[in-house]
């Protein structure tokens, strides 16, 4: 059990650069444990390149950022311990069966006793049926709802789901609401990077809006509710 109301993500002034594009630009994030946070934007505005450095997948082109007490430029692969990932596209194995990605997982955290956890996030998800089909022939819907359970799996203290609810059934939006509420009462942050504002709103406690790269408004994710919060989120992205 970890602390309640611990930042356990830190960022201030982070910039991406690729060549001579400019990803993000300048944004600060505070993610804190027993919350959820959700990354709101349209394509574009650096909600992906932001969950790619804090998983340290990619290295910031300047500023701080700190998961879990740990400098991500410093350190990416202690970062890549501490959180669960699941990637906006990809992340899975084309060749490998989802009970054989759960046993790698398994086996590189050195995690015990945990057949029981990996067959009850399948059953969760709708994937029981299909443990032992290889992921390449997994519909989109199927490769989002997997690529959840991945990431929940270890039960981290940092949860980042970029784009969770893309192309998902009602089943499988109702089952990754369920995980983020699992991860919120054990205390870890979870950050949650979407178009869907409804489903964010569900999901998270607090808001970030991103517009071309940097952050337009910072705000509970409640007042973004109802007709009048739609229109104040059309009106942030305009």
Known sequence: MWDEGLARIEVSALRVRFGAVEAVRGIDVTAYGGRGTALLGRNGAGKSTTMRVLAGV????????????????????????????????GGLVP???????????????RLSGWELRAQDLLERFDLGGASHRVTGGFSHGMGRRFSVVLAAF????VLLLDEPFDGVDPLGVEATQHVIAEAKARGAAVLVSTHLRDLAIEAC????????????????????????????????LD
């Open 58 to 89: 990619i290295p910031p082109t300047e500023g701080k950022v700190i998961v879990d007490g740990i400098d991500v430029r410093l350190d990416p692969l202690a970062a890549k311990r501490a959180t669960g990932y699941c990637p906006d596209v």
């Open 95 to 109: 060749r490998a069966t989802p009970w054989e990605h759960l046993q790698l997982a398994a086996r590189l955290r």
């Open 154 to 157: 270890h039960e981290p203290g």
């Open 205 to 236: 406690e607090d808001a970030l809006v991103l517009r071309g790269g940097t952050a337009v408004a910072a705000l509970d994710a409640a007042t973004l509710g109802g007709e009048a919060g739609a229109r104040a989120y059309r009106a942030l």
